[in-house]
């Protein structure tokens, strides 16, 4: 399995308190994504990153922050948590564009 | 309209039989087709992955590609239900934006 790590891997929260998910990754793989899936959806990108500090909004990037400092960690913020934000979340990474993405466990977050 | 639609299923099949899994799509600039198998609770893997058009083969599974008339589709032979698994078509253009389907479940029945 390639190496990243999702933490939490479930989280309980309250409407309009910040959460943040964090992803880490041991593969010196370049780029990184956050995604969320629901059911109907599929996966949908909310942001990503192609290098440290450098990031990009995805398809649904409303009410998300992200952050990369390091290469290994990509942090997803939910700045004031809504219940349309319950979700899985997904950390995924790359090598380069266009190449084979390998996903995390997942984050189970619910928002009540 | 949805850029990439996929038949949710369920799709039940027994245990053996040659399962078709389709996506079709709007985007004429994408060029990068996959297939991900995802299982439950768990994050997806990459079971495919063809650029453009044309047909490509691993082992049991193979991955049709379609340009012209924007349709994907994998085939499963003699499928195990060790294949039993939520099958996620994804496909991107060059400026790597993934979009998925929303995702197939299938269960192979012994």
């Known amino acids: 399995d390639a190496g990243i790590t999702q933490s939490p891997r479930h989280k309980v929260t309250e409407t309009g308190t910040p959460v943040t998910l964090r992803c880490h990754q041991t593969e010196n793989h370049r780029y990184m994504y956050w995604y969320r899936q629901d059911p109907g959806h599929g996966l949908r990108l909310i942001h990503y990153s192609y290098g440290v500090k450098d990031t990009d909004k995805g398809e649904v990037s409303d009410g998300y922050s992200v952050s990369r400092s390091k290469t290994e960690d990509f942090l997803l913020t939910l700045e004031s948590a809504t219940s349309s934000q319950t979700s899985v979340y997904f950390c995924a990474i790359t090598r380069g564009p266009n190449t084979e993405a390998f996903f995390g466990q997942g984050t189970r977050l619910t928002v009540v | 309209q949805k850029e990439v639609e996929q038949d949710p299923g369920p799709l039940s099949v027994p245990e053996g039989a040659i399962v078709s899994l389709n996506c079709t799509y709007s985007?004429?600039?994408?060029?990068?087709f996959m297939w991900y198998r995802q299982y439950s609770r768990k994050g997806p893997e990459l079971l495919m992955y063809t650029y453009s058009s044309g047909n490509k083969e691993d082992g049991r599974f193979t991955a049709q590609v379609d340009k012209s008339s924007k349709y994907i589709s994998l085939f499963i032979r003699d499928s195990q239900p060790s294949d039993s698994a939520t099958y996620l078509c994804a496909m991107s253009a060059a400026n790597n934006d993934m979009r998925f389907g929303a995702g197939t479940r299938l269960t192979v029945k012994p």
């Open positions: 985007n004429s600039a994408f060029q990068y």
